[in-house]
């Protein structure tokens, strides 16, 4: 029961698929008809290395990317060449300017202000992005003719918008973006258009436009709460250190929260709250011990989380490893009451990251 394999490791990583990610890719343009897909690599790709995983979705057929803002774009021009256009959400701020230049970025324009700033200094492409309903970034509505007319001249490559209820396909608010968004379309005739993220795409029709911006997806998390075609692309495997029995009254962890049953095997893994795991995953989350649910006993700590593995037999021993999300993503966030998004973009830089 505590034999330990030559080749066992005190170090929890994180098992990338890279192959996944490029099936997903594939089966959103399977999706989307005609649309071009983008991919939204912001937040270095949700935590899982935009620079290994863009040039990936480049050679997947990606010829856009969206990140959050330039500095993110700097990085990703390095790592996928002169190509590909790059998007930078947050808007244009003249701080930024030499570095846009420099890398060659295309500033998604927030505001009358921020379009005045670029055309005043840089005769380069750029995104206009109207809010449509959301209430959080982009041009309001009302500005619409006057921005159409400041761009008589000089035309978007792209306009954009942003949907705030997508995951849920019966909202109201979806129609009325698009909707609004069909008055932004008409406003700048023969400029492409972008509208659908993630759960957007599988809204299909007019919520797609020109071209669509997956980001979860493409990294096998669910858009919404219904079921989805996508392939989990991120394993967590975290080694046993040790192995014990307990016993009714026994409790493990801080607070003692929880308490034997009856005869039981704990294993404590090299894992816990440091590499952005929840603490609220205490309540239902689990991990798979040789393909067996393992839940987790007690509350996370910030290095290390309690199993009880009692139904996992001799499979569990030091040096064992113990696989968190794949398959179970969704469920492992819905435990730590949040979304795949969250879990994702949490996980810390101690993993080692593996690529395969
Ligand atoms: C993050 C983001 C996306 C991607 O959203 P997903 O839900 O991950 O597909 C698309 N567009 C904008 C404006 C975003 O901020």
Redesign the pocket.
């Known amino acids: 029961m505590t034999t330990r394999s030559a080749d066992a490791s005190p170090y929890p990583r994180l098992l990338i698929d890279v192959g996944a990610i490029r099936r997903n890719y594939a089966r959103i343009q399977s999706l989307t008809g005609t649309a071009d897909v983008a991919a939204?690599v912001?937040a270095d790709a949700?935590g899982l290395g935009a620079a290994t995983i863009a040039p990936a979705l480049a050679d997947a057929g990606a010829q856009h990317f969206?990140v959050a803002n330039g500095r993110e774009g700097a990085s990703l021009r390095a790592a996928l060449g002169p190509d590909p256009s790059i998007f930078v959400?947050h808007g244009y701020w003249t701080e930024d300017a030499p570095l846009i230049e420099a890398s060659g970025l295309i500033p998604v324009i927030n505001t009358p202000g921020q379009l005045q700033d670029w055309l005043n200094g840089s005769g380069g492409d750029f995104a206009l992005h109207f809010d449509t309903g959301i209430n959080r970034l982009g041009i309001p509505m009302s500005q619409l003719a006057a921005v159409q007319e400041r761009c008589a001249e000089r035309k978007p490559c792209l306009v954009?918008s942003?949907f705030a209820c997508a995951d849920e396909p019966g909202h109201r608010l979806n129609r009325d973006q698009i909707d609004r968004f069909a008055g932004v379309r008409a406003a700048f005739p023969g400029v492409r258009t972008s509208l659908a993220?993630?759960?957007g795409c599988l809204l299909g029709g007019d919520a797609l436009g020109d071209l669509v911006?997956?980001?979860?997806?493409l990294y096998g998390g669910a858009?919404g709460s219904g079921k989805h075609p996508f392939e989990s692309a991120v394993q967590i495997e975290a080694p046993i250190l040790q192995v014990r029995r307990a016993t009714r009254p026994e409790t493990a962890g801080y607070g003692a929260t929880w308490c034997a049953e009856g005869d039981c095997m704990l294993a404590t893994v090299a894992l816990g709250y440091a590499d952005g795991i929840h603490r609220a995953a205490q309540n239902g989350g689990y991990g798979r011990l040789d393909g067996i649910k393992v839940p987790i006993a007690g509350r996370v700590s910030m290095d290390l989380i309690t199993l009880d593995v009692t139904s996992a037999g001799d499979a569990a021993h030091p040096g064992a490893m113990v696989s968190f999300l794949g398959e179970d993503l969704d469920a492992f966030a819905n435990a730590s009451g949040t979304l795949a998004?969250e879990v994702l973009t949490r996980l810390g830089a101690r993993f080692e990251r593996v690529y395969r």
């Open positions: 939204v912001k949700y969206f959400l954009m942003h993220n993630s759960a911006r997956p980001g979860i997806a858009p998004y």
